[in-house]
């Protein structure tokens, strides 16, 4: 089988769920057997150097388009006189369209799979190429998050904004998956929206992670930390949140407990993150050092749909995490069992407080988290599924057009 994916990003460096899922899902496909060619813009918030991509890709081709996609706020405004989505309408490239017409005519390929609603649309220029089937991997279901966003907004032009750039992004985003030939889910909620919004083939394709790797964590005492891309703002707000209405509480039942902080975009000299015993590190080369050095993970989220790749990884290792129940959206963990899940400060302080308080407790509650993402996210098994059904797709679209 020999696959197309079309992406809005190269996923690499590993320092958030996005990227996680895209590289660890191209490289799965590689390890199955299956020819890969993957094109993507290189932005400029995100640029990745051709000898990085030659290192780190070595698996597949890779074709980027370089681009400028950063917010603007000339363009961001001019946007309020159209009727386009501006989340979308920043991704459209005469020159990156140019080019994967030339891959598309040059090559022949089993399955088109477009990773991520930024990356929709370069549909047209797919479809009026190519006749097979076209797979949408659905990250999210994107306006749910900047819904949740802009209600929790307290700056009245931007929820104003924010509100118009939702219902134009779910219009778009409700009319682009009943073009394509079939939708996989990254989690449970997302497909059950997706299967009442449109009646074409769907499949829930979980990400994962390599499992059996990591039996033994000595979990850090005395230690919390958050880890994930400050570039988004749920993130960012749910670690102001957390340092306001949970942190003073919680130090003073454990004076010597620090909480370290890390993620894409998180700049060191960020004022707000001036707190006694919090340390911001900043962007970190090494997530996975990162996670296993600084005890249990918090994931104080209150915006958002798919999964929280972070929490996943987290549990891989072994590492107890707490949760709101957002956060844990689309894991269906069993709280006080696989991870604590907590939904108001109180609940934060009294989770947090139990599995500090009792190291056995902490143990425990993150070998069974381990033991969960060995069941439910092992990488090869939801990529042969996957694979699977990308059989049966190619196999009906043969059918129709003989």
Known sequence: MRILVVGNR??????????????????????????????????KKHHV????????FSFCRVFTSELDASISPVSAILNLFSSRSYFLQRYQNKEANDKITDLLQQNQYDIVHIEGLY???????IRSLFGGPIVYRAHNVEFQIWERLGQQTTSPLKKIYLKIQVSRLKREELKFIKKVDAICAI?????????????????????????????????????????????????VDGVQWFLTKVWPNLKAKFPNLEFHIAGKGLNKEDSRYFQ??????????????????????????????GIRM????????????????????????????????????SEFIVALSEILSDPRKSV????????FTEEHFNLQRNTQKMLSFYDKLIKEKNEIII
């Open 187 to 235: 989690s449970q909620n997302d497909l059950h929206y997706f299967q009442k919004h449109t009646s074409i083939n769907t499949f829930l394709y979980t990400p994962g992670m390599v499992t059996g790797l990591q039996n033994k964590v000595q979990i850090q005492p005395n230690r919390l930390f958050h880890i994930g891309s400050m570039e988004w703002d749920a993130n």
């Open 276 to 305: 006694t015993d919090v340390f911001n590190h900043g962007e970190v080369d090494n997530a996975k050092e990162f996670m296993l050095n600084n005890g249990i993970c918090i994931v104080p989220i209150w915006a958002g749909s």
């Open 364 to 371: 425990e509650i993150g070998q069974e988290g381990r033991l």
């Open 310 to 345: 972070k929490m996943i990884e987290s549990m891989s290792y072994g590492i107890p995490v707490v949760s709101t129940i957002i956060g844990a959206q689309g894991i269906h963990v069993i709280n006080k069992k696989q991870a604590m899940l907590a939904d108001s400060a």
């Open 10 to 43: 190269v996923p690499w460096p590993q320092n958030d769920g996005g990227a996680i899922a895209t590289f660890q899902m191209l490289k799965s496909l590689s390890f199955e057997g299956i020819s890969i060619d993957y094109f993507t813009y290189n932005t």
């Open 49 to 56: 150097s051709k000898e990085v991509l030659k290192q780190r």
């Open 119 to 125: 990356s929709s649309p370069f549909y047209h220029t």
